[in-house]
Each structure stands twice: as structure tokens, then as C-alpha cells.
């Protein structure tokens, strides 16, 4: 497998934080590949030191075989990064701030205009590109921040957290937009605190936390660290709750997690246990059940597992 960015051992301090503390990672060329964790996991720094905005400590880190401190300029013409926060002129429109990134990036005065209008198309922007950044919505600016990134199509595009505060209908246009990258060749690195993000979009992931990398593999292969099958239940009174965890804290092979709803609550089940049966001793001893569900492991479950993160905090 030929891979778009090697790391050997890094390190970043500040002072005396370790943010990134003996990173080794290999992210395969022309694959979406998520770093998931939780804030200050060291993603964010990670990230800036791929795209050389940060130095290093120690250690190495390879984009194409190029080493971004000793040949940073040759690693930035094949990186491109989106942060956080949109990097455009509001006070400039949609179009305006596109051509001046085309000019910017060596585009005569017609190839500027056709390429900005290109990527405004592609992304959807086209009929919003008389209208000022200041009066578009989050959604757009992602949009438009993500084609600024793209004016030359890079070979690797990291993507820092881009659909953080974005409504239902606009991640899923910025998801179809990281698809379409990864179709046409470009590498992705995508970080990311939503857990459904990296199932959905990731070849690959892996698991951060206090700059650490705690766990790589595919979302089954994640999924397969926990084993045992999930059952959620909802009872039709909160009150009884307490009763039905005396219960099935009496049935061998589950185990109970509390959930966040007063009404609800999981299980872990062992694969020796039929879920079925659980839910059928709750029955006879007369709790009420008006929902259930049954199912393998999530990437949710797997991201508390190793952080052990409570999701009420998240």
C-alpha cells in the first residue's frame, strides 16, 4: 500500500504539555481517513504540523515521501487545509473572493473568472456569488471555504472539524463535497467530533486522545473491539427503572450502562445471551417496554469505551 503521509514518533509541546505525544500513523493515498477524539485530543495540532504550520518537537513526518521541515515548500504545493474558521472577506462577495484566490494562485484574468465559476458550481454557490460572505449562511461559507481550498486541486486536503455547527442539511452537502474529493483522487484527512462523520465518510480511523493514538482500523474493524451486541431499551414509566436494572443486573453475560434519559437504559450483551430473552424477563415481571432496539456495536460505543468519556459531557 502506498501511503500520503507517514508518521514516525512525533511529538509537539507547549511548554510542558505534550499536545502530541509518539504519533505513528500511515494514511493511504486516495482514501478518506478521519483522526477522531475529543477537544484538546491533540487533533488540531497534529494536523497543523502535516500541513507545516507547525514544527515539530521531534520525530518525522512524511507527506509524499517529502519531509515537511526540510522540504516544506515542495509539501505546501501538494497540501491544502480548511480550518476551523472560514478564511474569506466577508466584506468581499462570493465570486469576488474567488477570483482574487485565482489570481492569487497564478490564473490569468479569464481563466480566473472560469475557474471561480467552476467551483461556485460544483459547490453549489453560483446563484449566491453576487451576495456578500457577511449574509451567507454557515453552511455556504463552509462551502465556499472548502472550494477556496481547491482553486488547484490539491493532492492532499486536510479538513479540520468542517461541518462543526452546521445544520442537518448542510454537513450532508459538505459530506457530499469530501466524497466527490475522494472520487476524483485527492487524499482526505478529515478530523472530526462527530462519530456518525467519520462511520459514514472514513477508509479508515483512527482514535486520539491526550495526543495519543489509542486506536486505527476501519469502523468494523473498531466496532469489533467491543464484541458484544447493544440493546436499548425505553420504558413506558421512568419510575420503574430502578426496578428493571435489579433485574437485569441478575442475568448473566449483560451489562448495564445508565443512560442520560430517566426512561431509558442500554445493555451490553455477551454473544452467548438472546437479547430476546432479556427483554422477555423484563416482561414478566411486569415492566413495561414501548421501545427497543438490537443491534452491533456503534462508533459511538467504541469512541466511550476508549476514552472513557461520559456522553452526557460531550
Not at 503521509?5 to 511529538?11: D, L, P, S
Not at 425505553?234 to 451489562?255: S, Y
Amino acid at each position: 500500500m502506498e501511503y500520503a503521509v507517514t508518521i514516525h514518533q512525533a511529538v509537539r509541546t507547549f511548554g510542558a504539555t505534550r499536545a502530541v505525544d509518539g504519533v505513528d500513523l500511515q494514511i493511504p493515498k486516495n482514501s478518506v481517513y478521519a483522526l477522531l477524539g475529543p477537544n484538546g485530543a491533540g487533533k488540531t495540532t497534529l494536523v497543523r504540523m502535516i500541513a507545516t504550520l507547525l514544527r515539530p518537537t521531534s520525530g518525522e513526518i512524511m507527506v509524499f515521501g517529502k519531509h515537511v521541515v526540510r522540504r516544506a515548500d515542495e509539501v505546501r504545493r501538494d497540501i491544502s487545509l480548511t480550518g476551523q474558521f472560514a478564511s474569506l472577506d466577508e466584506e468581499l462577495t462570493g465570486s469576488e473572493n474567488m477570483r482574487m484566490l485565482t489570481r492569487l494562485y497564478g490564473y490569468r484574468s479569464s481563466g480566473a473568472n472560469m475557474r471561480a465559476d467552476e467551483l461556485l458550481e460544483a459547490f453549489g454557490l453560483l446563484d449566491a456569488g453576487s451576495r456578500q460572505v457577511k449574509n451567507y449562511s454557515g453552511g455556504m461559507r463552509r462551502r465556499l471555504d472548502i472550494a477556496a481550498s481547491l482553486v488547484v486541486q490539491p493532492r492532499i486536503i486536510c479538513l479540520d472539524e468542517p461541518t462543526t455547527g452546521l445544520d442537518p442539511r448542510s454537513r450532508n452537502m459538505v459530506w457530499t463535497v469530501v466524497r466527490q474529493l475522494a472520487a476524483s483522487g485527492t487524499t482526505v484527512l478529515l478530523t472530526t467530533q462527530y462519530l456518525e462523520e467519520a462511520d459514514q465518510l472514513s477508509d479508515r480511523i483512527a482514535v486520539i486522545d491526550r495526543g495519543r493514538i489509542i486506536a486505527e482500523g476501519t469502523s468494523g474493524e473498531l466496532k469489533q473491539l467491543i464484541g458484544s451486541a447493544k440493546l436499548h431499551i425505553r420504558l413506558h414509566n421512568a419510575g420503574e427503572r430502578e426496578r428493571a436494572l435489579e433485574v437485569l443486573e441478575t442475568v448473566e453475560g449483560v451489562t448495564i450502562v445508565r443512560d442520560i434519559d430517566s426512561a431509558a437504559l442500554s445493555c451490553d450483551i455477551s454473544g452467548t445471551v438472546d437479547g430476546y430473552e432479556v427483554l422477555g424477563k423484563l416482561v414478566r415481571e411486569g415492566i413495561a417496554v414501548d421501545e427497543f432496539s438490537f443491534g452491533r456495536p456503534s462508533l459511538d460505543d467504541v469512541f466511550f469505551m476508549l476514552t472513557r468519556e461520559d456522553p452526557s459531557q460531550l
